[in-house]
């Protein structure tokens, strides 16, 4: 393993404004943790860097990431980052990950929950860590809820909220009756989702009508059939429909059923509205695990962490589009709006 790198702080940390959006600006960065070490490695820190799938979310997580990294100070004689993309195939995923750990990467960043689950299962039995993000749902990982991380993985989580997303759904829609469930059932972290969000309905009284599909290919389509039978769509974290967001928002928004993520770059794509929280959150986060691992701390100190408090994102195009529907004014007055 190389020597610890020190991470130096060499820029002002401060949080922007999310671009085309109104009425709320973006949650600041997250605290930067302090350096402690002062002796700078005689060779970079090796990162290996995975994404699983080329849409807005992941890019604009993994685009924070790299970003809050520069912002660390952490340039090509520091850090040296093999970024690779998985195209959606968990095979290519799992090869990348195993090509990591024999170049002898001090670290594997691994983006969205095939990539993470990739990357724990390459570097199971060696020295290497993971930090993960783009993750709904821990438990998706072989990872128990609450539990800090494990002893090479841990990482960020940003839940679904299930309830609010469907109270929101329910108060631009009284009449709701049927909820469509638009994912690819292989795809890890959807699948966790989708089963919270069955549970939920159950106990709302909402039927349930669901639509699986097995490449973006199919996803428009589904999403015209699917609504055919539904009175709104839900779509949870989802690495194949994320890239076809902007043909399924179109497909959604013609039919006139309103259609709900928790990823807000699909909001931007078309879909009504979403609850969680921005890829730059997740990837800023991500990079100050990761500058504390580099550090040299434990991976007992940097625990697996939670967001708390997701935001909503609004398409006001679409809700204007979809006339019979209406949010409370309270809800758009706290909303990230697109327009």
Known sequence: MKKVLSVLLCLALGAGVLAGCSHQEEPSPTPSPSPEVSQVASEPYKIGLVQ?????????????????????????????????????????????????????????????TPAAKAAAQAVAGTQVKVVFTGVSDQEALGLEEGTSSSSQVTGVVSPTPVGDLLALAQQADSTLKTLGLLYDPSDPGALAVIEDVKAACGEKGLEVAEATVSSQEEVAQA?????????????????????????????????????????????????????????????????????????????????????????????????????????????????????
């Open 223 to 339: 999403m015209t059939e699917l609504c055919g039978r539904v009175n709104a769509v839900f779509t949870p974290p989802d690495n194949t429909v994320a890239p076809m967001a902007a043909e399924a928002a179109q497909a959604a928004k013609t039919a006139q059923v309103p259609w709900y993520t928790n990823w807000d770059a699909m909001v931007q794509s078309g879909a009504l509205a979403a609850m969680g929280v921005t890829g730059r959150e997740m990837g800023v986060k991500a990079a100050d695990m990761a500058v504390e691992l580099m550090e040299g701390r434990e991976l007992s100190q940097v625990p697996v962490y939670t967001f708390e408090s997701p935001s909503t994102f609004v398409n006001q195009t679409t809700l204007t589009a979809l006339s019979s529907l209406t949010f409370p004014t309270e809800v758009l007055q706290s909303a990230f709006v697109y327009q």
């Open 52 to 112: 699983y799938q080329e849409h807005g979310e992941l890019d604009s997580l993994r685009e924070a990431f790299m970003s809050r990294l520069e912002e660390w100070g952490c340039d090509e004689d520091r850090v040296e980052i093999d970024y690779q993309n998985a195209e959606g195939d968990p095979v290519k995923a799992e090869e990348i990950c195993n090509t990591f750990v024999k170049d002898d990467v001090d670290m594997i960043v691994a983006i969205s």
